[in-house]
């Protein structure tokens, strides 16, 4: 496609406006285009550009990338880096020269092997892999950890100590396989199906810690997504940082954006055991003090609706001595129906006299009744108290004492968790279930 470009009027051009109708043609003429090449004459300058030249075999390009560009490599290139920049062609007005205004640089390759992830992630997708509906909860209480990485990952080392830290009396079982280079994808499928097979854990991490997109490139395999779909236990990745994402993690039950957050996705800590303890003890607790005041104020409505004996007695003293005093001052009129009638109210007064005694049982009986149901909520109470501390018991150090450990610590009172820990000839402290020991180091092993 051609160009029109318009001269000025004058018939003598300027450097500087020759070079300004260069650099239009170059800009107008070409496209945002994709370069590849070597770095050579690599120069970061003081304002934070990047200077340098691409070359090949036959020719050279100058470069220039913008700190406001350079700024989202998340890798050091270097003079002999084979890499390829997405740019602008322009004219250098200042000097009239051809360069490259560069916006993007990746690796040389890296643009297969993003086809590559796409075609993949699309192909597993369209068959399901990724659907959430097939994604499987951890366990709760998990009894036994599975653990596919290499032997000598920094990721192992980091998944341990929070595991160690976290809930040190769960078993972990490493199913090792190589975690980058050639055929590693397939060796670590494989390491997942033997955990299947196994099925001696009820939970697998498949991590390793970060790299380049080349160093995880094993995570983007294949048989590797087929092998943690295909896993009987659910599977948890834990590869590269946070802002890494391989196929694995989509087709994972679930992701952790790094090893040492998928162990603590599959372990909660004693001290978060130990708050959900108490919680429930709180909430276990208020309904029973609530229960016991909603008794406590009606037996205090039962008490104000009961009269005392005496004060019956009292009122009907009272009532006596008024009857008494009208008797007396009719009797003279009136002693033979006065008599006939005094003998009628002393029958009725003898017929309404409170009996003491039989409000006094059926108070006891009422006290009798309330202790019972008392009784009754306390030793059920008692009981879920005593299962929660038998709960309790499990999660007590000393049990795993009792079950044939011990603890070894060295003359500095360090507790001893590897041989290199330890020297010759020196006296450990040993500690059981029941007592403690001293030994002697006369050999150890890596």
């Given at each position: 496609?051609?160009?029109?470009?318009?001269?000025?009027?004058?018939?003598?051009?300027?450097?500087?406006?020759?070079?300004?109708?260069?650099?239009?043609?170059?800009?107008?003429?070409?496209?945002?285009?994709?370069?590849?090449?070597?770095?050579?004459?690599?120069?970061?300058?003081?304002?934070?550009?990047?200077?340098?030249?691409?070359?090949?075999?036959?020719?050279?390009?100058?470069?220039?990338?913008?700190?406001?560009?350079?700024?989202?490599?998340?890798?050091?290139?270097?003079?002999?880096?084979?890499?390829?920049?997405?740019?602008?062609?322009?004219?250098?007005?200042?000097?009239?020269?051809?360069?490259?205004?560069?916006?993007?640089?990746?690796?040389a390759g890296l643009g297969a092997l993003f086809e590559a992830f796409e075609k993949l992630k699309q192909k597993l997708a369209a068959e399901g892999l990724f659907e959430a509906a097939r994604k499987r909860p951890l366990p709760l209480?998990?009894?036994?950890?599975?653990?596919?990485?290499?032997?000598?990952?920094?990721?192992?080392?980091?998944?341990?100590?929070?595991?160690?830290?976290?809930?040190?009396?769960?078993?972990?079982?490493?199913?090792?396989?190589?975690?980058?280079?050639?055929?590693?994808?397939?060796?670590?499928?494989?390491?997942?199906?033997?955990?299947?097979?196994?099925?001696?854990?009820?939970?697998?991490?498949?991590?390793?810690?970060?790299?380049?997109?080349?160093d995880l490139w094993a995570f983007n395999d294949e048989a590797v997504a087929r092998a943690i779909a295909a896993s009987p236990m659910p599977v948890v990745t834990g590869v590269g940082h946070e802002t890494d994402s391989t196929i694995?993690?989509?087709?994972?039950?679930?992701?952790?954006?790094?090893?040492?957050?998928?162990?603590?996705?599959?372990?909660?800590?004693?001290?978060?055991?130990?708050?959900?303890?108490?919680?429930?003890?709180?909430?276990?607790?208020?309904?029973?003090?609530?229960?016991?005041?909603?008794?406590?104020?009606?037996?205090?409505?039962?008490?104000?609706?009961?009269?005392?004996?005496?004060?019956?007695?009292?009122?009907?003293?009272?009532?006596?001595?008024?009857?008494?005093?009208?008797?007396?001052?009719?009797?003279?009129?009136?002693?033979?129906?006065?008599?006939?009638?005094?003998?009628?109210?002393?029958?009725?007064?003898?017929?309404?006299?409170?009996?003491?005694?039989?409000?006094?049982?059926?108070?006891?009986?009422?006290?009798?009744?309330?202790?019972?149901?008392?009784?009754?909520?306390?030793?059920?109470?008692?009981?879920?108290?005593?299962?929660?501390?038998?709960?309790?018991?499990?999660?007590?150090?000393?049990?795993?004492?009792?079950?044939?450990?011990?603890?070894?610590?060295?003359?500095?009172?360090e507790v001893v968790r590897s041989s290199a820990q330890i020297e010759m000839d020196e006296t450990l402290d040993l500690r059981f279930h029941h007592g403690s020991a001293k030994a002697r180091v006369t050999d150890k092993d890596k």
């Open positions: 496609m051609s160009t029109l470009i318009t001269l000025p009027s004058s018939p003598v051009l300027t450097v500087s406006a020759l070079n300004s109708l260069a650099r239009s043609a170059v800009e107008t003429a070409l496209p945002l285009v994709w370069v590849g090449g070597e770095i050579s004459n690599l120069t970061r300058a003081a304002s934070g550009h990047w200077y340098f030249s691409l070359k090949d075999d036959r020719a050279q390009v100058r470069c220039a990338m913008f700190r406001g560009r350079n700024q989202f490599v998340d890798w050091q290139p270097a003079n002999g880096d084979q890499v390829e920049v997405r740019a602008v062609p322009t004219i250098y007005e200042a000097r009239g020269e051809f360069q490259l205004q560069v916006e993007l640089m990746r690796r209480f998990p009894k036994k950890l599975g653990l596919v990485t290499s032997p000598e990952a920094a990721a192992l080392r980091d998944v341990l100590t929070t595991l160690r830290r976290r809930a040190p009396w769960l078993p972990i079982t490493l199913y090792p396989t190589p975690v980058q280079g050639e055929g590693a994808g397939r060796k670590i499928a494989a390491a997942i199906r033997t955990a299947g097979e196994r099925k001696d854990c009820d939970v697998l991490i498949v991590c390793r810690g970060g790299g380049s997109i080349e694995a993690d989509f087709v994972a039950d679930l992701r952790a954006p790094t090893p040492t957050a998928a162990a603590e996705q599959v372990s909660l800590s004693r001290e978060e055991w130990m708050q959900r303890l108490s919680t429930l003890q709180h909430r276990m607790a208020r309904p029973l003090h609530r229960q016991l005041a909603g008794r406590a104020q009606q037996v205090d409505m039962a008490a104000r609706r009961l009269v005392h004996p005496a004060q019956r007695l009292a009122a009907r003293r009272d009532s006596l001595a008024h009857l008494g005093r009208r008797l007396r001052l009719a009797h003279a009129q009136r002693l033979s129906r006065s008599r006939w009638r005094f003998d009628a109210l002393a029958g009725r007064i003898v017929a309404a006299r409170p009996q003491p005694q039989d409000l006094h049982d059926e108070l006891k009986h009422l006290q009798q009744g309330l202790s019972r149901a008392l009784a009754r909520q306390m030793q059920t109470r008692r009981a879920e108290v005593e299962r929660m501390a038998a709960h309790l018991a499990h999660l007590n150090p000393e049990a795993v004492l009792a079950r044939g450990y011990s603890v070894v610590r060295n003359p500095q009172g």
